[in-house]
């Protein structure tokens, strides 16, 4: 075991909320896999699991890591306490035991989970990206190279995988990336891509996102709880990152945009329309507060265009660039991430640009993802603790 890899980095991480409320929320005898491309070298693996937003104890029956690209499959068990098996209990996370294994920067680890028993399949969060697909398949095939085509389908939820931290080098950090369906969908992913283009071999970038959540409310009906916890509760959890130095904070367009009035929804009413006051008064003493007990360097991210969004009008709008301005601006903050000035139309600064709009004109696109990846600062991705 080489010397120079003792630190502890987080090199891959997600969120955990409820999942959307379907007809069937439990599974047996599944498989699942996920894919993750390392961004360090180094020598020991560990695993967060979590069963946070579960109301159920889940019995993880095993589960293994094994390094994709060699030419013999080679599964690795991952234990707890020395046991291939453990109970995930309701509302809590799960740290697995430190695994020996020789890890290569760029080489993509395949984390797979088997469940044997009925399974409350309620801690998970779907994210999307060009890094971010997993699989599931019917039957116990956790410890082979490939899976049944057959029995296999892709997925996008990831499910009670929560973090990956690897014993590397000192120089290595991670860049949390905390928000909403902005931020669980594409530009993480390009961010991490574009570190290894440029040659930012040192920075991992961990994604903290769940769509529709808000800084000051949640939902508490199965029509709306896949939207998640609000911030206040969120935060603390998700902030648990191994070798963390900065984090870009992009939320709050949902606590602008869902209020409809109880007349038209019960559960969206206008008590929940915030001020602008309340939302800056949420981020500083919510987030910036706790990120800096941390000592984490705290960026902010502007909100984006939503010109054409169902609930659209101008004093939400207004509230937005209000909003903006201050993220801008404040001096609580160590920088700021202009996301909507990479995306937003220069004519037309309410809405996308031309070519950036998801068509729901609130996501943007995959180029404009890949626009909010390329507008991050560049010295967020080369920090050194110079």
Request: charge should be negative; charged fraction near 20%.
């Given at each position: 075991m080489s010397d120079k890899f003792n630190k502890w980095v987080a090199c891959w991480g997600n969120a955990t909320s409820i999942i959307d409320q379907k007809e069937?929320?439990?599974?047996?005898?599944?498989?699942?896999?996920?894919?993750?491309?390392?961004?360090?070298?180094?020598?020991?693996?560990?695993?967060?699991?979590?069963?946070?937003?579960?109301?159920?104890?889940?019995?993880?029956?095993?589960?293994?890591?094994?390094?994709?690209?060699?030419?013999?499959?080679?599964?690795?068990?991952?234990?707890?306490?020395?046991?291939?098996?453990?109970?995930?209990?309701?509302?809590?996370?799960?740290?697995?035991?430190?695994?020996?294994?020789?890890?290569?920067?760029?080489?993509?680890?395949?984390?797979?989970?088997?469940?044997?028993?009925?399974?409350?399949?309620?801690?998970?969060?779907?994210?999307?990206?060009?890094l971010s697909s997993g699989k599931y398949s019917y039957g116990d095939f956790a410890e082979q190279g490939t899976l049944p085509l057959d029995l296999t389908r892709n997925t996008n939820w990831f499910y009670f995988l929560n973090t990956i931290d690897i014993l590397t080098e000192e120089k290595n950090y991670a860049l949390v990336c905390f928000g909403d369906s902005i931020t669980a969908q594409s530009w993480p992913d390009y961010l991490a891509l574009r570190a290894v283009d440029k040659g930012f071999a040192n920075v991992a970038i961990i994604r903290r996102a769940v769509s529709g959540t808000r800084i000051l409310r949640q939902y508490n009906c199965i029509t709306y709880a896949a939207y998640g916890l609000k911030g206040a509760t969120r935060f603390p959890?998700?902030?648990?990152?191994?070798?963390?130095?900065?984090?870009?904070?992009?939320?709050?367009?949902?606590?602008?945009?869902?209020?409809?009035?109880?007349?038209?929804?019960?559960?969206?009413?206008?008590?929940?329309?915030?001020?602008?006051?309340?939302?800056?008064?949420?981020?500083?003493?919510?987030?910036?507060?706790?990120?800096?007990?941390?000592?984490?360097?705290?960026?902010?991210?502007?909100?984006l265009p939503i010109y054409g969004w169902r609930t659209y009008n101008e004093d939400r709008d207004k509230m937005r660039q209000q909003m903006n301005e201050w993220l801008l601006s404040s001096e609580i903050f160590d920088g700021c991430v202009d996301f909507d000035k990479a995306v937003r139309d220069p004519e037309h600064p309410a809405a996308f640009a031309p070519g950036f709009d998801s068509g729901d004109h609130l996501h943007p696109s995959e180029s404009a993802y890949k626009a909010m990846a390329e507008c991050v600062p560049e010295e967020l991705l080369t920090m050194t603790d110079d």
């Open positions: 069937c929320v439990y599974a047996k005898n599944i498989t699942l896999r996920y894919p993750v491309r390392m961004a360090f070298s180094g020598s020991k693996l560990r695993f967060r699991f979590s069963n946070l937003t579960g109301t159920e104890p889940v019995t993880l029956t095993k589960a293994c890591v094994a390094i994709k690209e060699k030419e013999s499959y080679i599964p690795v068990p991952i234990t707890f306490s020395c046991n291939p098996s453990v109970t995930l209990m309701p509302g809590k996370e799960t740290e697995s035991d430190e695994i020996c294994i020789s890890i290569n920067a760029g080489e993509t680890v395949e984390v797979s989970m088997y469940f044997a028993d009925y399974t409350q399949m309620n801690s998970g969060t779907l994210i999307t990206g060009p959890i998700e902030l648990n990152v191994s070798g963390a130095k900065a984090v870009i904070i992009q939320h709050g367009i949902n606590d602008i945009i869902h209020p409809v009035g109880s007349d038209v929804n019960p559960f969206r009413p206008w008590s929940d329309m915030p001020t602008c006051e309340d939302l800056q008064r949420g981020i500083e003493e919510l987030y910036v507060s706790h990120a800096r007990k941390l000592g984490l360097s705290v960026w902010s991210g502007t909100l």
